[in-house]
């Protein structure tokens, strides 16, 4: 599905560490989606709310998984990093500036192939995986926005391949945000209908804790 596009336990936390911190367990990197909402709110605020210690985030709107400069490119965000964890997600800028949810089989296959075995994600997530890092991947949900139209079967392919993906890979968890993250809930979507609300934020961070609190 298009996914485009969680309560206070220490309030003397910052709202998130700084990227040069490398000394912390968790970092959140990815696109708008884990970014949206400012250092107060973002995910990664709400994510070291619920875990009681720091997480980092390197997450920037636009970024790409296969594409952009600097810390727009989601690998170039990690790049150097070796945490315990890293909470990410991406896909959907590659999507929307590559092919606008019409005809993306070419970038669907360069994202990540319809058997889950390569692509730039499982190269990522397999670099990642090398340094010693367990990965979170966040996948998007369904945003008002973009109910009922072409992008959702492209959406719905992506986390098709991403389970493949994860189904072949140790130490790697896929969060489905589908089931839990209703369209018809306004409140935790942003003004735009795409992006989440603080509330919405709130949510995707419970979603990671879940699975960070089962290991």
Known sequence: MTRLL?????LALPACTTPEDRSVRFIVAGDSM?????????????????????????????????????FLSIPNQIAGYAPEWIIVNGGANDLSQNCRC????????RLVT?????????????????????IVWVDYY??????GTTCLSTYQ????????????????TLV????TFSPNDLSLFDRDRTHP????????????ANILRQE
């Not at 392919?157 to 790697?172: D, H, I, T, Y």
């Open 6 to 10: 969680i309560l206070v336990l220490i």
């Open 142 to 147: 369904t945003s008002p926005r973009y109910v």
């Open 114 to 134: 319809s058997d889950g075995a390569t692509g730039a994600i499982p190269t990522l997530v397999a670099r990642l995986r090398s340094r010693g890092s367990k």
């Open 176 to 179: 489905e945000l589908g089931e």
């Open 102 to 109: 019409s005809e993306c089989g070419r970038v669907l296959d």
């Open 34 to 70: 884990m970014a949206w909402n400012g250092r107060d709110q973002n995910v990664a605020a709400h994510l070291q709310r619920l875990l009681g210690e720091p997480v980092g985030s390197v997450a920037r709107s636009l970024a790409q998984v296969d594409g952009g400069v600097g």
């Open 197 to 208: 609300s603080p509330k919405g934020s709130a949510l995707i961070a419970q979603a990671v």
């Open 157 to 172: 392919e992506l986390e098709a391949r991403l389970s493949r993906m994860v189904s072949q890979m140790s130490g790697v």
